[in-house]
């Protein structure tokens, strides 16, 4: 019996240790919506988008920022932000992100 357990321990233990070496994934799910002035949905199709990560609201430059192109159906549309330009960030402290579409 004591045999299982010590197994059991050192197996658990080695599926632990391979579980934290694992990388830290460099992308992050996003899903919006896009809307006009009058805050009616974008018709469908696709548009340019810039995302920049910002360390903080009052800071002028972005710690991280890519281009997309995306598809909206219904005005919504999903992305994986990091797809283009990798996130390294570490997000330890809060974080805003900026967008602006078709130049906007």
Do not use: C
């Not at 019996?1 to 050192?10: D, L, P």
């Not at 070496?21 to 548009?47: C, E, I, K």
């Not at 996130?87 to 330890?92: D, G, H, K, V, W």
């Amino acid at each position: 019996m004591k045999r299982a357990t010590v197994f059991v321990i050192i197996l658990v233990s080695l599926l632990l240790a391979q579980t934290a070496g694992a990388d830290v994934p460099q992308t992050m799910s996003f899903q919006g919506v896009l809307r006009d002035s009058s805050g009616n949905h974008v018709p469908d199709g696709t548009y340019e988008v810039v995302f920049k990560i910002y360390p903080g609201d009052v800071f002028p430059f972005p710690s991280w920022s890519e281009t997309q192109t995306v598809s909206t159906d219904g005005g919504i549309f999903n992305v994986h932000l990091g797809e283009i330009n990798p996130l390294s960030l570490t997000f330890e402290t809060p974080m805003w992100l900026g967008i602006a579409v078709e130049g906007e």
